[in-house]
């Protein structure tokens, strides 16, 4: 079991940035990977990033890449959102996943994450 705790979200003008942390419980954390998926109102879950077990390798949806950074720390239990340049697209309710890191990588659809955290909210405007 992995519970997930999602921090770091805001209100924040186009073009500055934001941090997402997301904190896990457990000991296991360093075998999973992990994902970012975010949700605006009236839209389906949609893939933001994703980091393999070891933090070697990351993926990101072609919206964000150049932009966004996934990170992890697993001495600390936490994976990180580095959001910059944000754009008014970008607001959503931003969700942290974790699935099993024998897996194959990177997993882009929400139905093949394991655990969930409850979102934080960001808000960009224009």
């Known amino acids: 079991q992995v519970q997930l705790v999602e921090s770091g979200g805001g209100l924040v003008q186009a073009g500055g940035s934001l941090r997402l942390s997301c904190a896990a419980s457990?000991?296991?954390?360093?075998?999973?990977?992990m994902g970012w998926f975010r949700q605006a109102p009236g839209k389906e879950r949609e893939f933001v990033a994703a980091?393999?077990?070891?933090?070697?390798?990351?993926y990101y949806a072609e919206s964000v890449k150049g932009r966004f950074t996934i990170s992890r720390d697993n001495a600390k239990n936490t994976v990180y959102l580095q959001m910059n340049s944000l754009k008014p697209e970008d607001t959503a309710v931003y969700y942290c996943?974790?699935?099993?890191?024998?897996?194959?990588?990177?997993?882009?659809?929400?139905?093949?994450?394991?655990?969930w955290g409850q979102g934080t909210q960001v808000t960009v405007s224009s």
């Open positions: 457990g000991r296991t954390f360093s075998s999973y990977a």
């Open positions: 980091i393999s077990w070891s933090g070697g390798i990351t």
């Open positions: 996943a974790a699935v099993d890191g024998r897996r194959r990588f990177p997993q882009r659809a929400p139905g093949e994450y394991d655990y």
